[in-house]
């Protein structure tokens, strides 16, 4: 099995209460479907026994809307007050999908370093909110 993260941003801007909602979709503050359906057929390409690990802050649309024929599982066990729990947990991944955010990018980053890492980082983020790629990195 080769765990890869895949980290799904939906509530930038949106305070966290129970009643919050992603606002309307642009590319500043998500990424669409697109990026991860073409994240998804380089990963499955690329690597063997591929199994993701899905991270979000909006669980609720992440499991109504990721899919993959690889195994998946969706973490949200860990309490809003323990990011830090995700993040280790992230960290701790082969292979990266990141969002247009700097928890991924960082969790990406800090994984331990593999030469074969692949991490996918999303076109629409590059400039907005991640304004450094490394060159390792491909931008989908």
């Known amino acids: 099995m080769n765990a890869v993260c895949l980290h799904v941003r939906r509530l930038h801007g949106v305070p966290l209460v129970a009643a919050a909602a992603p606002r309307a979709e642009s ?15 380089q990963i499955t390409q690329r690597v063997r026994d591929p199994h993701f690990f899905v991270f979000s802050d909006f669980p ?10 690889a ?14 729990e995700d993040f280790w947990l992230m960290t701790q991944c082969r292979h990266f999908v990141i ?8 969790a ?9 890492k692949l991490v996918y980082a999303p076109a629409s983020g590059i400039g907005k ?12």
Do not use: C
Not at 130 to 140: A, D, Y
């Open 99 to 106: 969002a247009n955010s700097t928890f991924s990018w960082w």
């Open 27 to 41: 590319d500043y503050l998500h990424i669409g479907m697109s990026y991860y359906q073409r994240a998804f057929d």
């Open 108 to 116: 990406a980053w800090l994984a331990n370093p593999v030469e074969e």
């Open 129 to 140: 909110m991640l304004r450094s790629i490394p060159p390792t990195w491909k931008v989908l």
């Open 60 to 69: 609720e649309w992440a499991r109504e809307n990721i899919r993959t024929k």
């Open 71 to 84: 195994p998946i599982e969706f973490v949200e066990h860990n309490q809003a007050g323990k990011d830090y």
